[in-house]
C-alpha cells in the first residue's frame, strides 16, 4: 500500500469512528496502529496548542500572571521585554495545553484498561490505547473551532467570559469546577460515549459496565487534574 493509500485509509478510519464507531473500532481491532492513533492524538494535541497559543496573545499580561501565580514579572528597569515575557508565557501555556492532550490520553487509558481488565477480557494495554486514540476524534473537531474562533474572539470576550468563568469563591472548588467543565464538553461527552463502544468491543463488556468503567476514570482525570496543571 503506497503512502497516498494509507493516508486515504486513515482518513476513512477517523470518519468511520464519527459515523459508524461499532464497525470501525472493530475493524481497527483486526490491525490496531498505535502509530496512527498517536498521530491523531499529535494531531489534536498541535491544533489545541495553537488555539491556546492565540488566545493567550489577546489577553493582557497581568491576566496571565494571575493564571500563573508562580512567575514573577521583571520589574521596571529590567533588561527583559515585556512583550518578551508576554510570548514566553504564551509559549509556556500552549505547551502545557499540548502536554494535556496526551497526559489526558494515556492517564484516561490507563485507568480504563486497569478497571476493565477486571471486569472483562483480557486485552492489551496497546489495543486499548488505540482505540481511545481514535475515540478522541471529536476532539479534533472541537480543536479546529476553537483555532478559529481564536483569530476572531476579541480581547474584551475572552476577559468577560474569564470573569464568567470564576464559577466559586473557594479556590480548590473553583479549580474542581474549571476542571470538570474543561473535560465534560459536548465534543469529550461524544469522545466518552465512543470509548464506551470502544472498550464494549475490546473487553467484550457489558454497556453497563463500560459506562461505570468510563465514569470511573474520568470522575479520577478531575481529581488528578488539581495535582497536574496540564491535564
Not at 58 to 87: C, D, I, M, W
Not at 139 to 159: A, P, T
Request: proline letters at 4%.
Amino acid at each position: 500500500m503506497n503512502r497516498k493509500s494509507q493516508k486515504l485509509s486513515f482518513i476513512r478510519e477517523i470518519v468511520g469512528c464519527l459515523i459508524s464507531p461499532r464497525s470501525s473500532f472493530k475493524s481497527v481491532l483486526e490491525k490496531p496502529s498505535l502509530l496512527k492513533a498517536t498521530t491523531l492524538i499529535l494531531l489534536i494535541a498541535l491544533v489545541a496548542a495553537l488555539a491556546t497559543f492565540n488566545y493567550r496573545g489577546k489577553l493582557p499580561v497581568t491576566y496571565l500572571l494571575q493564571q500563573r501565580p508562580g512567575v514573577l514579572f521583571p520589574r521596571q528597569g529590567a533588561s527583559v521585554n515585556p512583550e518578551q515575557f508576554r510570548h514566553a508565557l504564551m509559549f509556556i501555556d500552549a505547551m502545557i495545553g499540548l502536554v494535556g492532550v496526551f497526559a489526558t490520553w494515556l492517564i484516561s487509558s490507563a485507568l480504563i484498561h486497569g478497571f476493565s481488565s477486571r471486569l472483562g477480557e483480557k486485552r492489551t494495554f496497546r489495543s486499548m490505547l488505540t482505540l481511545s486514540g481514535y475515540a478522541s476524534t471529536p476532539l479534533l473537531i472541537q480543536q479546529i473551532l476553537r483555532l478559529v474562533d481564536s483569530f476572531m474572539v476579541s480581547q474584551e470576550e475572552l476577559l468577560q467570559l474569564a470573569t464568567n468563568f470564576q464559577l466559586s469563591a473557594d479556590p480548590l472548588l473553583n479549580t474542581l469546577a474549571k476542571a470538570a467543565v474543561n473535560i465534560f464538553t459536548i465534543f469529550r461527552l461524544w469522545s466518552i460515549i465512543l470509548l464506551i463502544i470502544a472498550i464494549h468491543e475490546n473487553y467484550r463488556m457489558s454497556t453497563i459496565r463500560s459506562i461505570i468503567v468510563v465514569v470511573l476514570s474520568f470522575i479520577i482525570i478531575v481529581f488528578v487534574s488539581l495535582v497536574l496543571p496540564f491535564t
